[in-house]
């Protein structure tokens, strides 16, 4: 569309058609006040703040031609006699704005003595208060003293609890409806609404549990007001006295810029940080109010050391040299495959050097591993790198042309914030399929929903690039190994591989027609796709080769690997060397006495079940690394307490391969070290410090060592580009919101297409072709309230999910059972009783067990999907 030129005030301002008055007089630095209006949000025009005079050109009626004045001008009109709402009003060529006319004056004094005439005059009390949009605009552009007699206003009971989290004054309330949008608009979870007319209109919550959403904690940052206050921060701190630092939140491999408030050394609350590229101005309420965890009084403030029965404290140089003995004795006596090392995929990339370089540089083990060892763990996929999003690629500019395919993936339990980032693609024209073997919140906004039979997805995806392949669909050139990829598949059809993914082939003709006529297409893979092998990352990675949808901005592959930096530990090498034993293999060779030793950080295998509980306990040597003297920590000979998130500086790469750095907001406690540090003094026990001072140099070697990082050094990150926070300019508008990201966005590692100059290599497949599963599979799937460590102190307590098994209104009936009636599963692997739910969208013969705390999931399943036997349990 055509650029518009208009005068506001008297400056000629040119800005795309389609803008309103109001985004429009911000390019050229005229404020014009808003309350309901909010960038992210469609306009409404609800409170009137806006209000502007818009003069016209007269249109002639009987020629449709401008009635000019006498010296050649366009004469001018008021546009309907009236002021104009500037949020609702877009620009118009000739188009001349007034902001600052008496009668605009007039009109924001009066709506202001409105929307205070019930309003509280509790400012020095009131959370809101140094970030207050009311309080700017009241200064700014509203009267001097109020007309309103104290008994006319009008009361409430206050505060009264919208949720776990969110608590409402309405008397401070102005209907903005700026919350009640989001949770319509931008999160999904129409939870809000209004009751009540008149001076009784109010916001109540319609969902049970009150404000169920995930998503809560932004109604309070856009909130202009003050009604709504976090029962996290509510009277802990001013806005004034807290310090603000960037932080990077690991809790899911999105990888959301967030801001922990500090005062001196507490944590007062968490808030996003502005970054278009990951999350924008938005954070989940995992991220917002689960970081209580890192002032739990249970926390390890000293080394420990066994001696007989018992762990007692120690010191460092003590913890360090009894580690490295105990270690380097095992590999001296069984050798180096006799050690094997985890650590968690929430750690940083600098931990993750030093882990390699301890673990298989200096001890030589090849049994290296990020994941938990558990039946959920994912295989190490390689597509997301081979055919990754390519740099430059930003979901929030897509929309028309684009389409994203869900395969196995439930990001509102995975990766909340995509769940926004998605809709916002829907919003703006893309399309949306989901390929799952049960419901999700996002088949609610998808174009196509594909309900493939349990562990199936990868024959749905084999059957579409064979349909492809035998269709003569156009197809990427670009790619090398499609000769290889139509032989692997030459014994099967996309009719045959439709019915062994348990769908009508129809579905896959017409899923195969949306893919290829797609300009664009962004192919994500969840938790339950990733933990089926390697089959259904490399069926994805052969359908980006065949349809082109790798190595341009806007198309390609993003696997969401749990954890909050799994991409960063697979690129440095925190994987299965040559030989090396995956974790979940580790339990069996510990039983065969083939493993004797192990290094584990920030990991709990203890609680997976029997089995990996038992052979901890028959480790001739164990060394935990940990915030919280956990199950697997009390089995220790060495347990070495590391500091968390608020005390440690170091860089993250989320699940599209952007690097981004996570700065330091406290001094750790003493007796307290990073990952890395723990690390290296480990490494200098045996006698080869890698002498590293700081993170940063940790940084720089893995720019200088790892080719895909080069370009991630801290210098290049953004880091010292200035000031950042609240910016002074934006409080008239949004303030509270306005955390503008001056530290950097981040750097995208490039792909191998646009690092090497050579097109990815698609891998053969193996044509899945047999049957459909018989019998009753049942799916383990995560949730993003998983009552794990993250959960302690959480204000999000009660939200927590218990162990429980999901079934279809099919299966409830034949059992015989209600809602939180007990049922009995049996596999191969044991017996389990779990409380029921019930979803009406569930097939017969598919149950759910949900993957949280409490719940030895090792100790039924034998991976993410497995073949049970269901019966009403006792009661």
Not at 1 to 12: E, K, S
Not at 76 to 102: E, H, I, N, S
Not at 224 to 234: E, I, K, M, W, Y
Not at 240 to 258: A, D, F, K, L, S
């Amino acid at each position: 569309m055509p650029d518009v030129t208009l005068i506001i005030d008297g400056r000629t301002v040119t800005v795309p058609a389609g803008t309103n008055i109001v985004d429009a007089a911000r390019t050229t630095e005229v404020a014009i006040p808003v309350f309901c209006y909010h960038p992210k949000l469609k306009p409404v025009g609800m409170c009137r703040m806006c209000l502007v005079e818009v003069w016209t050109p007269l249109i002639d009626q009987a020629t449709r031609q401008p009635v000019l004045n006498p010296d050649g001008t366009p004469k001018l009109g008021l546009m309907m006699g009236k002021l104009q709402p500037g949020c609702v009003t877009p620009v118009a060529a000739g188009m001349v704005v007034k902001t600052v006319t008496d009668k605009v004056q007039f009109a924001q004094r009066g709506q202001l003595e409105f929307l205070l005439s019930s309003h509280p005059l509790d400012c020095p009390v009131c959370d809101k208060g140094g970030e207050c949009p009311l309080q700017n605009l009241t200064m700014q552009f509203g009267p001097s003293t109020s007309r309103y007699d104290y008994q006319d206003k009008v009361h409430f009971e206050k505060p009264i609890p919208l949720g776990d989290t969110i608590y409402l004054d309405r008397e401070r309330c102005i209907l903005c409806s700026r919350c009640v949008r989001f949770q319509d608009d931008i999160a999904g979870d129409p939870v809000l609404g209004f009751d009540s007319r008149g001076r009784s209109w109010e916001i109540i919550s319609k969902s049970d549990p009150p404000f169920d959403s995930k998503f809560s904690g932004n109604t309070t940052d856009i909130c202009p007001v003050g009604a709504l206050t976090s029962s996290d921060f509510r009277f802990k701190a001013r806005v004034w006295e807290v310090r603000p630092v960037p932080v990077v939140c690991t809790h899911c491999p999105v990888g959301c810029n967030i801001t922990l408030d500090m005062r001196h050394d507490r944590l007062m609350r968490v808030m996003p940080r502005e970054n278009d590229f990951v999350n924008e101005i938005w954070n989940c309420d995992k991220g917002r109010f689960g970081m209580r965890h890192v002032d739990d009084a249970t926390r390890l403030t000293t080394p420990l050391v066994r001696r007989g029965e018992q762990l007692v404290p120690a010191s460092w140089d003590e913890a360090l040299r009894v580690a490295a003995q105990g270690l380097m004795r095992v590999r001296s006596s069984a050798g180096a495959t006799a050690l094997a090392g985890m650590i968690g995929a929430d750690a940083s990339n600098e931990d993750f050097a030093l882990f390699r370089h301890v673990m298989h540089g200096v001890l030589g083990t090849p049994h290296l591993d990020h994941r938990p060892g558990g039946p959920a763990d994912v295989a190490l996929e390689t597509a997301s790198a081979r055919f990754g999003v390519s740099s430059g690629t930003n979901l929030l500019g897509l929309g028309t042309g684009t389409l994203v395919l869900l395969v196995g993936a439930d990001p509102e339990e995975e990766a909340p914030l995509y769940v926004l980032r998605l809709r916002g693609i829907v919003a703006r024209g893309g399309q949306l399929v989901t390929v799952n073997a049960h419901p999700t919140k996002l088949d609610g906004s998808a174009a196509r929903v594909v309900r493939v039979a349990p562990g199936r997805e990868a024959a749905l995806i084999q059957a579409v690039v064979c349909g492809i392949l035998d269709g003569g669909a156009p197809m990427s050139s670009r790619a090398r190994g499609i000769d290889r990829l139509r032989t692997s598949l030459k014994g099967a059809s996309a009719v045959q591989l439709a019915a062994a993914a348990g769908v009508e082939f129809e579905v896959v003709r017409a899923l195969t027609d949306q893919l290829i006529s797609a300009p664009n297409m962004i192919i994500m893979i969840g938790r339950t796709g990733l933990a089926q092998g390697s089959a259904v990352s490399d069926a994805v990675g052969a359908l980006a080769a065949v349809t082109g949808a790798f190595g341009r901005p806007g198309s390609g592959v993003i696997a969401l690997n749990p954890g909050g930096n799994a991409r960063g530990a697979q690129d440095l090498g925190i994987v299965p060397g040559e030989g090396g034993l995956a974790a979940a293999q580790y339990w069996d060779a510990i039983a065969r006495g083939e493993l004797k030793a192990m290094l584990v950080a920030g990991l709990d295998p203890a609680t997976l079940g029997a089995a990996s509980a038992s052979a901890l306990d028959a480790l001739d040597f164990l060394v935990v690394q940990d915030a919280f003297l956990s199950d697997t920590a009390r089995r220790a000979d060495v347990v070495l307490p590391c500091a968390m998130l608020p005390e440690r500086d170091g860089t993250f790469t989320n699940a599209e391969r952007r690097v981004q750095r996570s700065r330091q907001a406290r001094q750790a406690p003493d007796g307290q070290r990073a990952h890395w540090q723990i690390l290296q003094g480990i490494a200098a026990a045996l006698g080869s410090d890698p002498g590293y001072s700081v993170s940063s140099d940790v940084t720089d070697a893995i720019a200088a060592q790892v080719p895909a990082y080069a370009g991630a050094r801290y210098t290049s990150l953004g880091v010292t580009a200035g000031d950042w926070g609240r910016q002074a300019n934006e409080s008239v508008y949004y303030d509270g919101t306005s955390y503008t990201n001056t530290e950097g966005t981040g750097v995208q590692l490039p792909t191998g297409v646009e690092r090497d100059g050579l097109p990815p290599v698609a891998a053969p497949l193996t044509p899945l072709t047999g049957g459909v599963p018989t019998g009753t599979l049942a799916v383990l799937v995560p949730r993003a309230y998983d009552g794990r460590d993250w959960a302690r102190g959480s204000k999000l307590a009660p939200r927590m999910v218990p162990p429980h098994v999901i079934v279809g209104p099919a299966d409830a009936g034949t059992l015989g059972i209600g809602v939180g009636e007990p049922v009995t599963l049996t596999s191969a692997r044991g017996s389990v009783t779990l409380p029921a739910q019930i979803d009406r969208g569930l097939a017969a013969g598919t149950v759910l067990i949900v993957d949280v705390a409490g719940f030895a999931a090792a100790d039924l399943c034998g991976g993410v999907i497995t073949s049970v036997d269901v019966a009403r349990g006792e009661a």
